[in-house]
């Protein structure tokens, strides 16, 4: 059976660097029309370095601050508008992270250090699915997928106690929004990544550590590696397709080891 997701619309947050990235390249490799948008602005252009003639147009890059309920809600029904099928067949939420925040002592994190943590991964995966929603039950079908960490299945090697929290919360979400949804058609599931220097945050944090601790983490992986953008895009690839139409408020931990 092949993967193929020609035609289809595929929304993906997140999508400048590392693991959107690479997802946005995967389905437009694979046939999608690919909505790729982050709220850098001035790296949307990068999105599509190093494709080819073929692939390339099949991304459009948009500016989107998926923690702003009404740009989401405007940029969505753009690309419900130009889909080939009147609604986002799949959605991808990778748009995360720790926002530049470092560990620090419970007492001394400020209000919006929380907040800013939490509403970019968990405001942004509800405010997206509320927006594709609708859509997707006309048609009675759509995949919805969230990127969340295994920062949310245990403890967070950034020390990051919103980050963490985060993830949990994102979990917990896809388990709610998969017995909701799951009547009308839509899957709703989670790959939870190992660490993976994909960002500045990240690269900042693995340089931190130095050759021996670096060497320490990657001796405590079964796979002895550190995982890479591809390792997450295949799993998202799973959930996304008719593979996994029966499989539902799932968590996938793609870390290289149990």
């Known amino acids: 059976m092949r993967l193929e997701f020609e035609g289809q619309t595929v929304f993906v947050t997140g999508a400048v660097r590392g693991i959107g990235r690479t997802i946005c390249h995967r389905f437009a490799e694979l046939g999608a029309l690919v909505w790729a948008a982050d709220i850098e602005e001035q790296l949307l252009s990068e999105i599509t370095d190093g494709l080819d003639d073929k692939v390339m147009p099949r991304i459009k890059t948009v500016h989107l601050d998926v923690t702003n309920p009404k740009n989401v809600q405007d940029i969505v029904a753009q690309a419900q508008k130009a889909s080939n099928t009147g609604a986002i067949d799949v959605l991808i939420h990778s748009a995360g992270g720790v926002k530049s925040r470092f560990k620090t002592p419970i007492e001394k994190v400020s209000d919006a250090d929380w907040r800013a943590i939490q509403a970019v991964n968990v405001d942004g995966a509800f405010n997206l699915t509320r927006a594709v929603v609708p859509k997707?039950?006309?048609?009675?079908?759509?995949?919805?997928?969230?990127?969340?960490?295994?920062?949310?299945?245990?403890?967070?090697?950034?020390?990051?106690?919103?980050?963490?929290?985060?993830?949990?919360?994102?979990?917990?979400?896809?388990?709610?929004?998969?017995?909701?949804?799951?009547?009308?058609?839509?899957?709703?599931?989670s790959v939870a990544p190992g660490f993976m220097p994909t960002s500045p945050d990240y690269i900042k944090q693995w340089n931190s550590y130095g050759a021996e601790k670096q060497n320490a983490i990657v001796e405590g992986i079964a796979m002895r590696r550190i995982g890479k953008p591809d390792d997450i895009a295949n799993a998202v690839i799973f959930f996304s397709s008719n593979l996994a139409n029966w499989v539902t408020g799932q968590t996938l931990a793609v870390t290289g080891g149990p």
Not at 145 to 163: H, N, W
């Open 136 to 189: 997707m039950k006309e048609r009675k079908k759509g995949k919805i997928v969230i990127i969340s960490s295994r920062a949310g299945l245990g403890v967070s090697l950034t020390g990051v106690q919103s980050y963490g929290t985060a993830k949990a919360a994102q979990i917990g979400l896809v388990k709610q929004l998969a017995s909701e949804l799951g009547q009308f058609g839509i899957t709703v599931n």
